[in-house]
């Protein structure tokens, strides 16, 4: 084997995966209207905050204190400089996966919910503490 068989050989190892990994990857994602999710082996390392007036606002996990999640309507990420309340309904599921800092955004609803319901994003407010 020549030096360019071997080169080309060492490249395609790399890319190759298998199926059952990438359905292992995909399965541990998750998305919806209002957030998105990345696997265990990818975890953002920010919080991506989708406001309605198109601005977005990213928040390090690192700088996370605290979330509480008071009730299925509300919950509240402390950070090192702000505090963030979300609002809406059903948002067990989100706050799951929060705690395990595996989502990658939030979106606020833009006019679009005619559900009673399941999971919603009604609003986020930044505050600066």
């Known amino acids: 084997m020549n030096f360019r068989e071997r080169l080309e050989q060492s490249r395609e190892k790399p890319g190759n995966i298998s199926e059952a990994a990438l359905a292992e990857e995909l399965e541990e994602s998750f998305a919806c209207e209002y957030f998105a999710t990345d696997n265990i082996k990818s975890s953002p390392p920010c919080l991506d905050l989708r406001l309605p007036d198109g601005k977005h606002k990213a928040l390090p996990y690192s700088y996370f204190i605290e979330i509480d999640f008071d009730s299925a309507d509300n919950i509240e990420i402390t950070t090192t400089n702000k505090k963030v309340k ?28 005619t559900e009673e ?12 503490i």
């Not at 706050?95 to 395990?100: G, N, Q, S, W």
């Not at 595996?102 to 006019?111: A, L, S, T, W």
């Not at 319901?117 to 600066?128: N, T």
């Open 117 to 128: 319901s399941g999971l919603f994003v009604g609003a986020i407010l930044i505050e600066e």
């Open 86 to 113: 979300i609002t809406g309904r059903d948002l067990g599921r989100l706050f799951d996966y929060l705690v395990a800092y595996r989502v990658r955004y939030i979106q606020v609803n833009i006019g679009a919910d």
